[in-house]
């Protein structure tokens, strides 16, 4: 894909992995089902994913003090670092994949990305009914 690809090849890291850190970073102290929630993952896989990304070094469960049953989720310095240089991979991915470019108005290029990714599903009648 446009962007698994490069992200793999220049990071070592896929697109799922590079949504979790992103959103870590940007919310450190997410709980696993949040994480899960905003990326419309179910929990089970969003918990194998953040156990991967913990062995690699990359992410920390730090206990939640306010629920001894959930774990509060953090970037490591590898991990953080992880997320800055791969963005530009993946925002340069998906600037090839949806047309955009540099010049594009942020409004603008947030309404022209958004069609664009809503089109592929729709070609391919995902989660469309059968009937």
Same mark, same amino acid.
């Given at each position: 894909?446009?962007?698994?690809?490069?992200?793999?090849?220049?990071h070592?890291?896929?697109?799922?992995?590079?949504?979790?850190?992103?959103?870590?970073?940007?919310?450190?102290?997410?709980?696993?089902?949040?994480?899960?929630?905003?990326?419309?993952?179910?929990?089970?896989? $969003?918990?194998?994913?953040?156990?991967?990304?913990?062995?690699?070094?990359r992410?920390?469960?730090?206990?939640?003090?306010?629920?001894?049953?959930?774990?509060?989720?953090?970037?490591?310095?590898?991990?953080?670092?992880?997320?800055?240089?791969?963005?530009? $991979?993946?925002?340069?991915g998906?600037?090839e994949?949806?047309?955009?470019?540099p010049?594009?108005?942020?409004?603008?290029?947030?309404?022209?990305?958004?069609?664009?990714?809503?089109?592929?599903?729709?070609?391919?009648?995902?989660?469309?009914?059968?009937?």
């Amino acid at each position: 894909m446009v962007l698994s690809g490069p992200l793999r090849e220049r990071h070592g890291i896929v697109t799922s992995q590079f949504g979790f850190l992103r959103r870590l970073h940007d919310h450190p102290g997410s709980r696993v089902a949040a994480l899960a929630a905003e990326s419309a993952v179910g929990v089970g896989a $969003t918990s194998k994913g953040v156990d991967r990304l913990e062995k690699q070094g990359r992410v920390l469960r730090q206990p939640n003090p306010s629920d001894r049953r959930s774990s509060l989720l953090a970037l490591t310095d590898d991990g953080s670092q992880l997320v800055d240089a791969a963005e530009k $991979t993946f925002t340069d991915g998906l600037a090839e994949l949806t047309g955009n470019t540099p010049d594009d108005s942020p409004a603008s290029a947030t309404v022209h990305t958004v069609s664009k990714l809503r089109s592929v599903p729709e070609r391919g009648q995902i989660g469309t009914p059968t009937s």
